[in-house]
């Protein structure tokens, strides 16, 4: 048998990895709600293989067919009926449109079709869509060509290993790779994907004008943090940046007139040595007491993923209240393991106007995160999303994890037990902090760590507070100082907000990827898990100490909320403007007994 090359089998790879996420967009965020997908055989199979069907006498996997109303139709083979999207996929995707004969596609014609279908849909339509899909693929396969030589350290090895080994993205977003990165700079320079390590941006700034905020920490401890001051001349201060943010920052004429004036001295790349995390804006330096979160204008995914100025204050105000929590009310944290984030340092020319104040402090922002691999060993700390991802034959990569970890494979009942303390960690904290607290906490697999011994779950670490949310009725009355209209604006979220956040992240974001990845080529074991997951929010309900009806109505069997990653896409809005459809709860009385 000839064995592809590696180009092509880069990019066969990126396809379907590709093709599974904007099918888990489509189920997801239209046919699901929509009621546009029968777990049946089309009428008429014309075209499809026998193959993609018939395995000896047996059938081979359960058939789902998708018909949208605009007569585009999608047939594939999945493992389990699932009522929240989430499926193996067992076959190659056929697609027609009204009565023609079923095709498999070439990539980009799929593409085309799928979000063609899905405008008609929305009446909502993105130029750039497309591209940005198609771009996304490309940089899959570049990601996938450098990583499948067998080089590289298992993404599962170690905490920064899992950090840089997320290959495929985001698996319900249309575009999990695609960054609006200068053309110039080379992904492979200061992408995680490709084990990137490089030296942080260094520049001189005049003390006067910087902001230095901190809790437990001094002035001088924070600035340390970020770089060493030792280097500074007498009144003036070190700040680090992405080696990508400072070529952007420098483009700019305000700059530029600084550099010309002395006001600012370019360093260039000669700060500590540092590997990108998952993040890309995130960086850990090994040793070294903190993570350091600076901006990057660059679009990842949905955003630009910049420090807002008013994000820099508002993660020391989240920062604040749970030490305060963690000393006054432990008892009601459900076990709450958070990542601190003490510190943050931002500068703008003292005599500059308040818009172009906020600029300059939005490109030199950085945030200290606590590096808790210190306390908790790196070797012992995996991100959630890349434990629950696939490797380049798209298996997840938990089962060789595990396997690795015991010695052997686990049983199903190994397996459910494993689940069951995953599930634990990760719930008690996030719903106790939403429904005793009014904190809205952004629970996704990538702000999860998973913190072992062995391959056990011991706990399970929250972080990235520039995202909490306060509810408007309980959160923002645990915060007793004066805030700017725009810092209290960014923290507020209105109940029903914060709940569709929340249960989004864990229930769909985060535990169905777990369910789909722990169950591969068992699926008879995603009910029991889910099972294991509505036993779990009963006992919780028994200990919160507030009223919780969202949580009664979700034991309940109402719906739970499903973000619409690709729906806020094709409306070319900002993230914060996503959506949410409604999915059904996998333990309803209906999917238990139907």
Known sequence: MNIPDRTVLSRVVSELATTRALLNCLIKEFALPENCLRYAWPEDMTGIAPGCYLEGLEWKGIPLSINLPNQQQFFVMVDRRDRLGSHRYLSDVYARHGQETWRCLAFAEFVEQLLGACEHMTRASNDELLDQVLQSQLLTAAIVAHN????????????????????????????????LWPAHLAQETYAPEFQAQTALHLFEVPQRGLRVTANGLSEEQVMAGFADQRRARPGHAMICMHPVQAELFIQDRRVRRLLEQGEIVDHGASGPLASPTASMRTWYIEDHDYFIKGSLNVR????????????????????????RLQQTRPDTLGGLAAVAEPGSMSWAPPQASEADAHWFREQTGAILRENFCRRTGAERSVMAGTLFARDIHSRPLVHDFLRGCNGGEL????????????????????????????????????????????????????????????????????????????????????????????????????????????????????????QRVEQQLRSIRSELVCPAPELDALIAGQPIACKTNLKVRLAAKADRQAGYVNLSSPWSEEARYG
């Open 148 to 179: 499948m030589d067998g080089q590289r350290p298992a993404p599962l090895s170690g905490y920064l290993a899992s950090e840089q080994g997320l290959w495929f993205g985001h698996p319900n977003h249309p575009a999990p790779k695609a960054r």
């Open 411 to 530: 049983d199903d009942e190994q397996l459910l037990d494993w689940f069951d303390q995953y599930q634990t960690l990760l719930l008690r904290p996030v719903l106790a902090l939403f429904f005793n607290h009014g904190v809205v906490m952004e629970p996704h697999l990538q702000n999860s760590v998973l913190i072992h011994d062995q391959g056990r779950p011991q706990q399970v670490l929250l972080r990235d507070f520039e995202g909490v949310k306060l509810t408007d009725e309980l959160g923002m009355a645990q915060i007793d100082v004066g805030l700017h209209p725009r810092v209290r604006q960014s923290l507020l979220y209105s109940r029903a907000q914060g709940w569709s956040r929340i249960s989004y992240c864990l229930l769909i974001n985060n535990l169905s990827e777990a369910v789909l990845a722990l169950s591969w080529e068992r699926p008879h074991l995603a009910p029991a898990m889910w």
């Open 300 to 323: 990842i995914t949905n955003c630009v993923r910049k420090n807002a100025w008013y994000e820099l204050e508002s993660t020391l105000i989240i920062d604040q209240l749970f030490q």
